[in-house]
């Protein structure tokens, strides 16, 4: 546990602060918006992530990182389109729903035996 006192690097979104029962402590955390080839940022600051959410934590290759053909631009510029795309995924996914709910007898979301 020696280890985890220093400051281990965390990709480019925060530095891993404390390990305590795989509940992650980050600092300086940075979210990223994608859509296509440009990106936008969110300052986040510290950001806490439990345990039970944690599946994959690994290193990124900076190197690698920077070599990527993204364009940043201001988080104005990206959030309307970032927002109708979100818009437009749950519109898909209510059509989905449907279709499996009317025609292959699956449940809705979030209903009857959907607690997992």
């Known amino acids: 546990m020696a280890e985890m006192d220093a400051l281990i690097p ?9 390990c305590v029962d795989t509940n992650l402590v980050l600092e300086d955390t940075v979210e990223r918006v994608h859509h296509g080839d440009v990106y936008a940022e969110i300052r986040k600051g510290v950001f806490l992530i439990r345990g039970e959410n944690v599946v994959l934590l690994g290193e990124i290759d900076l190197d690698a990182e920077d070599e ?3 364009q940043r631009i201001e988080l ?16 898909r996914e209510n059509i989905k729903a449907n279709i499996l709910y009317e025609q292959f007898g699956f449940c ?8 997992y």
Not at 108 to 115: L, N, Q, S
Request: aromatic content about 2%.
């Open 10 to 18: 965390f990709t480019t979104s925060g530095s891993l602060v404390d």
């Open 68 to 70: 990527l053909p993204l």
């Open 76 to 91: 104005s510029q990206i959030v309307p389109v970032h927002e109708a795309e979100i818009a437009a995924r749950k519109r």
């Open 108 to 115: 809705r979301e979030g209903g009857e035996g959907d607690g």
